[in-house]
């Protein structure tokens, strides 16, 4: 399998987090998303993906999957062990819903294609982008932070063991260094990031731990 990847991308490194805890390898193709070069795949990359974005993943038989958390749910579904989501039906749900609240309404506010058009704006300047950036991450970690406080039982976000949840969650909450926050004003979500940062298969494949 060959993943399109880029080593400093929240929704990537899901991926990478994923294929590690299930000990899939796959050969890693860099797809450039910032600088004078990620134009260049406008010509080639968007064949691959028409919408330009990491990551993509083409499995052995010539498949193409785009979108991380369904290519997640590929591999859950393709290499059951360890499984990624609870089996309880209800901590399945959950773990869905804290990995949307990020993917879908967190992070889909804060790749570089929404910091170029903003910046493209009358007015808007990099001040003006990292208070974005900051505003969102804050709004949306608050948000996770209180839906994990109700319902955590154990070291990660739903039981015993990482999920889906912890692998959305993981790259999204390293963003807080970048953009001037501090991780532990979200005490249940720092305690999980520490005890994540001590598996490899999340410390390995954070943002900007492999190029």
């Known amino acids: 399998m060959i993943l399109y990847d880029n080593g400093i991308s929240s929704a990537a490194s ?5 294929l590690a805890l299930k000990g899939v390898d796959v050969v890693r193709q860099p797809v450039s998303i910032f600088g004078p070069d990620a134009g260049s795949r406008q010509a080639g990359y968007l064949r691959v993906n028409p919408q330009g974005l990491v990551p993509t993943l083409l ?6 999957l785009t979108q991380s958390l369904a290519i997640i749910e590929y591999l859950d579904e393709a290499h059951p062990e360890p499984p990624l989501l609870p089996r309880n ?4 749900a959950f773990a869905r819903s804290v990995a949307l609240a990020i993917a879908s309404e967190t992070h889909a506010l804060l790749p570089p294609r929404v910091a170029a058009r903003l910046t493209a704006l009358p007015g808007v300047d990099e001040g003006a982008i ?3 950036k900051r505003h969102w991450v804050s709004e949306g970690l608050s948000a996770v932070e209180t839906l994990i406080g109700a319902r955590r039982t154990g070291p990660f976000v739903v039981g015993s063991q990482p999920t ?3 692998i959305v969650l993981f790259p999204q909450a390293l963003t807080t260094d970048r953009v001037g926050l501090d991780i532990r004003h979200w005490p249940n979500i720092a305690e999980i ?3 994540l940062r001590g598996i490899p298969a999340f410390a390995d494949n954070a943002p900007g731990a492999t190029q």
Do not use: F, H, N, P
């Open 89 to 92: 039906l209800k901590e399945r």
């Open 14 to 18: 899901r991926v990478r987090i994923a």
């Open 130 to 132: 990292t208070d974005w």
């Open 193 to 195: 990031v520490s005890t």
């Open 164 to 166: 889906l949840a912890d």
């Open 59 to 64: 499995t052995d038989d010539g498949t193409l």
